[in-house]
Every structure is written in structure tokens, then in C-alpha cells.
């Protein structure tokens, strides 16, 4: 089995990490530095493991061989520019999205005629350097087929990752669980990007915990009008993770905090041009788009 | 007459300056720092900027040396009306009060401790630049009128309006001083918090078309929650919001809300933003993009102290 696994930010090492105990895995990484340093050291997990795996590494494309599944692991912002360097390689490969939002597998789509799986995670971890993932959060990866693949297909790649370790499962359509995320990254991620707050009980009460239950049911009128009946409830969702004791900090705060380009054109992006399609008004998204949007060009 | 500015930070400042350049009036200052308060003893109190302008006055962090006043114009902060109002209101017994403090709620907090009160807005800016010295970055009038419920005498407001406006500082008396308060209101809530929780300047805030948009969503919801009231604007908040856009205006402004954020001090949203939404509930106006607002403020207040 020979896998490709494109990024190799948090999310990206840990897959490729875990998925190299149990197949061969080349990973695309965006600087030489970075490629070179896991060729030489390999890839050290730490907390819920405890391992260094070999990997191979290169910034082309070309130099990691061909590939029977490639997963695509970079961030929302870095897809275009991923998709287009990759497309018309890897040609007999799967090729499974793990992005943040909606939208990832039509990017991929547009750039090639591979197999397409969805899929949505839920894990977490802490990169402390280009060769060091520690893995925080064993929350599991749920995968749907999307174009060209069936539940067989999804199931598959799930029990390869399961082997490797991770959490996996496969569903028949993926929407339920996708939206599910979609709403609670849309409401948590941003909430906690513009208050610098990590997800913890602000969340889950007093004046906070108003907003984002408004932020949630949008997002759940936004999905009814779409036609996706949500896997989980996205207040659910957001009251048991600040239930867990360990204040978890959304990617997009350490996005803003670290002033890079945050993933909230996948993100509210998709949800807000979602309820435009679908003619729901979503005043408090519209508001938190604008708003991140707008923090990301202060940083200039 | 006796006047005492209350919180001589940069708009007490402002005021106590330019009355202590009036042989009848005789100017005291409250304020809690003690160098400043020395320094304005020392030297006199200096404004400059805008204008030069050095005045003469007594200056106490000590409540207890303010003899009895004919009035008394509080400038603290907002959040601080009701501590710096108990400790001074025996000043007061036989004079009125005036707020010229942002936001809304402080007419109340004063009316719990003194009989007069009279609601005020004022224009004007500074900044503090050392003990004794304040930088007077903006002119403006201000507008005093009764405060409704414990009403001052309106003769009484344009006494104190005169006052102001031979000293330097241009005030209208008026019987209804709602209008201004609302307009100022409406257009700190609806621009001062954007600009904290983006970290742009007023100017950047207005030239991103979502983001003004955003802006006016609030405006609309603040003009609605004083339709409710029968508060008649004085004028539209969206001039001024446009006007302050300018780049000769207010263009690289960074909001002081912003400034409070970056120096992670508490805020004054909770009598702007939530101001707003407070009178909303009273009125049955719904105001869910101003509550948002003051949530993500107050949100981002608890992360420092986290």
C-alpha cells in the first residue's frame, strides 16, 4: 500500500505518522527544509503515542512515485494551489479530502479524475516542530465516498487507518457528519478567533453561550433548507467538547493569533454562501465572516 | 460658582482647563492618580494640541477636601461612575451634576446619590500625555439638558452651559439632551467594537463594504431601540460615521475601545453595546447583532484574565 499524504501541518503528520507503521508513506511537504528534516529524522509522535515513523519527503510531486491512496491534509487556503500542482499525477489512486468546511472535494475534482472519498476529523494534536506531532485528541476521522467510490471504498481507507492506530469509521453519505462539523467549526472556530478565547465554558453559557446557540441554530436552518438532516447536534457538539476538562484551541485563533490566513472562506464561507443559495438569512454568520475576514487583513 | 470635574482624565481635563480660565469660577478636580493630581497642583493643568491652554485649579484624590459645589461634571470612564460618584456625591447637596461620560446608564448611577442631574455628550477628545499634560486631539460641542427623572433646573444646565462655552469649551443648553447622547451612543457601538475586535482603524473598518455594512446593521438596530423611546436623533450617526472616515478626519483613529483591547484593559461595551440592548429589552426592541457585539467584547475581556 502506497500512500501519499499531501500537508503536513498537525493533521497531515499525524496521519502520515500513524498511516507509515502499516504502508509506505511519501508525504508533499511546501518547504525543502521541512522535507529534508523528516527525511532525515522521520516523523515523532508523542502523547496519546509514542513513536518516530520513516517517511519519505519532497516539495515535488514527482519525486514521491506513484501512490494508491493520496490524502489531501494541507489547509482550506493552501487547496488550490496543492490540487493544481498534483492534478494529472497519482492517476491510479483514491484520493480522500480531510479539510475544515465544504467545498475541498469539488477542488480536487476540478483538478483530476481520480476516486473521490469525503471526509471529516475530529482529532487533534499540538505540531511542536516539522518533525514532532504530539496527538491530543483521539476523536475519530468519518469517511463517505464522494465521486467514483463506494461505502466499500470508504470502509477500506477506514480500516487501513484504524490499523495505523487512529479512529476511523465509514458512512454511507458523509453530509449528515460534514454539516454536523461544518456548523461547529463555523460557530466555535470563530467565536474563539475573535474573542482569543480557547474552546472552554465561555462557550456553553451566559452571553457567549447565547451567541453561540444563535450561530448554531443559523447554521441549522441553513442545513434543513438544504436538505441535510445533521448527524449531531452542533450545540451537542460544542457543550461536551468544553466538557472534557482540556480547553482545546481551534486552529483558526492560532491562525489569528499567529497572523496567518485562516480556513474561513471553507468555512463560514461555504455556510454563509449556502444560506444565500438556499435563501436562509444568516445575520450572525454574515457577521462573523465579515469580522474574520476583516481581522486577517490587519494583519497588513 | 464652584465647579468639580469629577475624573480628570483627557475630557475632564478638557473641561477643567478651559472653565479655570473664568474669574468666577472657581475649579476643583477629583482624581484617583495621585501624580497626576500632584502635577496639576504643582504646574497647573496643560492642554495642548488643538489648542494651548494652561489652567489653574485645586486637584484632590481625596474626596473629603471637595468643598460643597454648584456643580460637578463626572468624566470617569463609564465603568466607574457609581465608585466615583458615592465618594463625592456629599459635594453636591445643594448643586447639580452633570455626565459628559460615553455610553448609557451613567444619568442613572449619578441620580442614585445626587438630587440634579443633567444628561451631557461632548465631542471633544484627548489623551493623556504625562502627569498634568493632556493632548486635545479633537474640538466639539457638547449638550447638557435635564436628566428626566431627576431633573436639574433647566436654568440651572444653561448656567453651567455658559460657563463651559466662556471658557473655551462650546455647550448647548437644551430641554431634551437625549438626541446627541443617542447619536454618540449609536455611533461608538456601532463603530468602536469593530475596530476592537478587527484591530483596524476607523477608516479601514468603512472602506471594507461588508464590514460597513455590518456597521450600519447596528446603526439601524440602535436608531430603532431610540424610535422606541420617542428620542428624536439630532442627527444621522451614519454622517458622522462617514464623516469620520475621511482621511483629514479620523481616518487612522484607532477606536479607544481598540486601545483598551490592546492594552487589555476592560472596556466601556457593557454601557454601549449593552446599553443598547438593555433599553432594546425594555422597549421590546430585538437588537441580536448589538448582544453578538458585546458577547464577542466581552468574551475577548475574559481571555486576558483566563
Redesign the interface.
Known amino acids: 500500500m502506497r500512500i501519499v499524504v499531501a500537508g503536513a501541518g498537525t493533521i497531515g503528520s499525524l496521519f502520515a505518522a500513524h498511516l507509515a507503521t502499516v504502508a509506505d508513506v511519501a508525504v508533499l511537504t511546501r518547504r525543502d527544509d521541512h522535507a529534508r528534516r523528516l527525511n532525515e529524522h522521520g516523523l515523532r509522535v508523542s502523547g496519546r503515542a509514542d513513536f518516530t515513523a520513516q517517511v519519505r519527503a519532497a516539495t515535488d510531486p514527482d519525486e514521491l512515485g506513484e501512490a494508491d491512496l493520496v490524502v489531501v491534509a494541507c489547509k482550506g487556503g493552501d487547496l488550490e494551489p496543492l490540487a493544481a500542482s498534483i492534478g494529472r499525477r497519482f492517476a491510479g489512486a483514491t484520493v480522500m479530502t480531510t479539510q475544515n468546511g465544504l467545498g475541498a472535494e469539488e477542488v480536487m475534482a476540478a483538478h483530476g479524475a481520480w476516486p473521490l472519498l469525503s471526509s471529516v476529523t475530529f482529532m487533534s494534536g499540538t505540531r511542536h516542530d516539522d518533525a514532532h506531532v504530539e496527538y491530543v485528541l483521539d476523536t475519530a476521522t468519518w469517511i463517505g465516498p464522494y465521486r467514483g467510490t463506494t461505502h466499500a471504498d470508504a470502509e477500506a481507507v477506514a480500516a487501513l487507518i484504524r490499523s495505523a492506530g487512529l479512529k476511523a469509521e465509514a458512512f454511507d453519505d458523509l453530509r449528515p457528519a460534514q454539516w454536523s462539523k461544518l456548523i461547529f467549526n463555523a460557530t466555535v472556530n470563530t ?1 474563539a478567533a ?5 474552546h ?1 465554558f ?1 462557550f456553553a453559557e451566559g ?2 453561550g ?2 453561540v446557540h ?1 450561530l448554531v441554530d443559523e447554521g441549522k436552518a441553513v442545513a434543513a433548507a438544504a436538505g441535510v438532516e445533521l448527524r449531531e447536534d452542533p450545540w451537542e457538539m460544542n457543550v461536551h467538547a468544553t466538557q472534557r476538562g482540556h480547553a482545546h484551541y481551534p486552529s483558526m485563533l492560532e491562525d489569528v493569533k499567529a497572523h496567518r490566513p485562516t480556513e474561513i472562506e471553507l468555512i463560514t464561507g461555504s455556510l454563509v454562501r449556502e444560506a444565500e443559495r438556499t435563501g436562509v438569512s444568516v ?2 454568520h ?2 462573523m ?3 474574520v ?3 486577517e ?2 494583519y497588513s | 460658582m464652584k465647579v468639580a470635574i469629577i475624573g480628570c482624565g483627557a475630557v475632564g481635563s478638557l473641561f477643567a482647563a478651559h472653565l479655570a480660565q473664568l474669574d468666577d469660577v472657581e475649579v476643583w478636580a477629583y482624581d484617583l492618580s495621585r501624580e497626576h493630581v500632584d502635577a496639576i497642583n504643582e504646574h497647573g493643568l496643560r492642554l495642548s494640541g488643538a489648542g494651548e491652554v494652561v489652567g489653574r485649579l485645586r486637584a484632590t484624590a481625596d474626596a473629603a477636601e471637595l468643598p460643597g459645589c454648584d456643580f460637578g461634571i463626572v468624566a470617569t470612564k463609564a465603568m466607574h461612575t457609581s465608585a466615583a460618584i458615592a465618594a463625592t456625591a456629599h459635594a453636591f447637596a445643594g448643586g447639580c451634576v452633570a455626565t459628559v461620560q460615553n455610553g448609557l446608564g451613567n444619568e442613572e448611577a449619578i441620580a442614585e446619590h445626587v438630587g440634579n442631574v443633567i444628561r451631557g455628550t461632548t465631542f471633544p477628545a484627548g489623551k493623556i500625555l504625562a502627569p498634568g499634560h493632556v493632548q486635545w486631539d479633537v474640538k466639539g460641542d457638547t449638550t447638557l439638558g435635564p436628566y428626566e427623572p431627576k431633573p436639574a433646573p433647566l436654568d440651572e444646565v444653561e448656567r453651567l452651559a455658559d460657563a463651559c462655552t466662556r471658557g473655551g469649551m462650546p455647550t448647548t443648553a437644551v430641554p431634551d439632551a437625549r438626541g446627541p447622547q443617542w447619536r454618540k451612543v449609536i455611533f461608538n457601538a456601532s463603530t468602536n467594537p ?1 475596530g476592537a ?4 482603524t476607523h477608516g ?2 468603512c472602506e ?1 463594504p ?2 460597513r ?2 456597521v450600519s ?1 447596528l446603526v439601524d438596530e440602535g436608531k430603532a431601540v431610540a424610535a422606541a423611546q420617542g428620542i428624536e436623533l439630532d442627527a444621522d450617526p451614519e454622517a458622522l460615521i462617514d464623516h469620520a472616515a475621511k482621511p483629514e478626519v479620523a481616518y487612522d483613529h484607532k477606536a479607544s475601545m481598540l486601545q483598551d483591547v490592546e492594552a487589555r484593559r476592560t472596556t466601556e461595551i457593557d454601557y454601549l453595546n449593552g446599553g443598547i440592548v438593555r433599553f432594546g429589552r425594555e422597549h421590546a426592541v430585538p437588537t ?2 448589538n ?6 467584547v ?3 475581556e ?3 484574565t ?1
Do not use: F, N
Open positions: 467565536v475573535l474573542t482569543g478565547l480557547p472552554d465561555h452571553m457567549l447565547e451567541l444563535g445575520p450572525l454574515t457577521a465572516y465579515s469580522l475576514k476583516a481581522k487583513a490587519s | 469593530i475586535l478587527t484591530g483596524l479601514r473598518v471594507r461588508d464590514l455594512a455590518l446593521d441580536p447583532l448582544q453578538a457585539i458585546w458577547a464577542l466581552k468574551g475577548m475574559s481571555s486576558w483566563r
